[in-house]
């Protein structure tokens, strides 16, 4: 009964909370780039894939010829890329899928013509199912970038996460409602399937929360926002564009303030610069109320995961800035769970071991000339 009320202390819906899965953690893509491929070719029903991201390049390629057998095999493939986030993979890589018998949907197709609002909102999620068994949901896309150092990719830093069990039924559902929302790249809208109801996996309590839409645009930062509130000892984010809203960055300092440890890592060298030189503005506020921030030594950090007094964890796709909070399509997995919750804390922690503090005579001694652009950055924050 006990680690019942320890858990719903973290959860804002414990109706969401679903019982009865298995959740593995993948710490970067030494790990999960095998197990995706080696899911795929398991399939026997479907596959679904919803990437913001999917490149015609070497890693892109090997997907597309894996995706083709399944076809080949009678296996429904589907596939979801977003327009802006491939716009610059040729279209002619998306119909060949097709021809082949892939059922692929181009997501807000780019339309030159039309207002800048055309451009903005996007489906940033990626994540994979595979026949009711399995959902995969993490930062990564397919990108050479993403891809191992191991398979010939540039080894990015990321983490995902594998469901097995009730939730995977929530991962289909809101592929299915992008689905309805895309445009398929040939030929007529191919039906979608019957959302699969699968049997219990494990012993994990697992809420799939995502973003996009009018209700539930910010749902996923509420149950940051709840977890962060309810935190008695420590609170760890890695996040690749570290940037909250007003409302989550006082929540930080005030649980710093009642004497939680608070940490975060973020990124030293990262693919949007402008989004680390805005975080800057705010580094110093944050340092002198007691928040712990590390830069990422190693390859780009890509990763958007959190972990809360080891039992609230959450794992996805969501950035901890104005875009993925008000623009994109999101996906997360809240476990509430202490076994997953001390795997999070241990990964977390060895991490930091690639990671250089952040310190007050950092922030003080950088030149007039970046911390006005840091400052300007941050009062531009929701166009970045």
């Given at each position: ?15 969401d909370a ?7 953690l993948?710490?970067?893509g ?6 995706l491929?080696?899911?795929i ?26 995706l083709?057998?399944?076809a080949?095999e009678?296996v429904?493939v ?35 013509w ?14 994979v ?29 990321d983490?995902?996460a ?6 995977t039924?929530?991962?289909?559902k ?8 895309s ?18 996996a ?7 929360v995502?973003?996009?839409g ?11 926002r ?22 989550v960055?006082?929540?930080?300092i ?13 990124p ?17 506020h ?9 830069e990422?030594q190693?390859?780009?950090l890509?990763?958007k ?16 800035d104005?875009?993925s ?5 999101e996906?997360?997995l ?21 990671c250089r503090?952040?310190t ?7 030149p ?13 924050r929701?166009?970045?």
């Amino acid at each position: 009964m006990q680690e019942k009320v320890n858990w719903k202390r973290y959860c804002l819906s414990p109706a969401d909370a679903l019982d009865g899965n298995e959740v593995v953690l993948y710490n970067d893509g030494e790990e999960a780039f095998p197990a995706l491929l080696a899911a795929i070719r398991s399939a026997k029903k479907f596959v679904l894939l919803e990437f913001y991201s999917f490149a015609d390049d070497f890693i892109g390629r090997a997907f597309s010829k894996l995706l083709r057998e399944k076809a080949r095999e009678g296996v429904a493939v589907y596939l979801i890329y977003d327009s802006v986030g491939s716009i610059l993979t040729d279209r002619g890589f998306f119909t060949e899928l097709a021809a082949a018998g892939v059922k692929v949907a181009e997501f807000r197709p780019v339309i030159y013509w039309k207002p800048y609002w055309n451009w903005i909102k996007r489906d940033h999620r990626k994540t994979v199912c595979v026949d009711g068994k399995w959902a995969f949901v993490g930062g990564s896309n397919i990108t050479e970038s993403d891809a191992p150092k191991s398979m010939g990719g540039r080894g990015w830093k990321d983490t995902q996460a594998r469901v097995s069990g009730p939730a995977t039924a929530g991962i289909e559902k809101i592929f299915w409602d992008a689905w309805a929302a895309s445009t398929p790249v040939s030929g007529p809208e191919e039906p979608c399937l019957p959302v699969s109801r699968p049997a219990k996996a494990g012993n994990h309590r697992v809420a799939v929360v995502s973003a996009g839409g009018i209700r539930n645009v910010r749902s996923i930062r509420r149950t940051y926002r709840y977890a962060i509130d309810r935190a008695v000892e420590y609170i760890y984010i890695t996040n690749a564009y570290f940037l909250p809203d007003r409302l989550v960055y006082r929540q930080l300092i005030k649980a710093a303030q009642r004497g939680v440890d608070v940490r975060i890592i973020a990124p030293r060298d990262t693919d949007h610069a402008y989004v680390r030189w805005a975080s800057w503005a705010r580094y110093g506020h944050m340092i002198k109320n007691g928040v712990k921030i590390y830069e990422w030594q190693g390859p780009i950090l890509h990763s958007k995961t959190a972990v809360i007094d080891c039992l609230w964890s959450s794992v996805g796709s969501h950035n901890l800035d104005h875009r993925s909070l008000h623009y994109n399509l999101e996906v997360n997995l809240n476990v509430y769970d202490r076994v997953f919750g001390a795997a999070m804390t241990r990964s977390f922690r060895e991490d930091l071991k690639k990671c250089r503090l952040v310190t007050l005579n950092d922030v003080r001694r950088r030149p007039l000339t970046a911390k006005a652009a840091s400052a300007l950055l941050y009062l531009l924050r929701s166009w970045l």
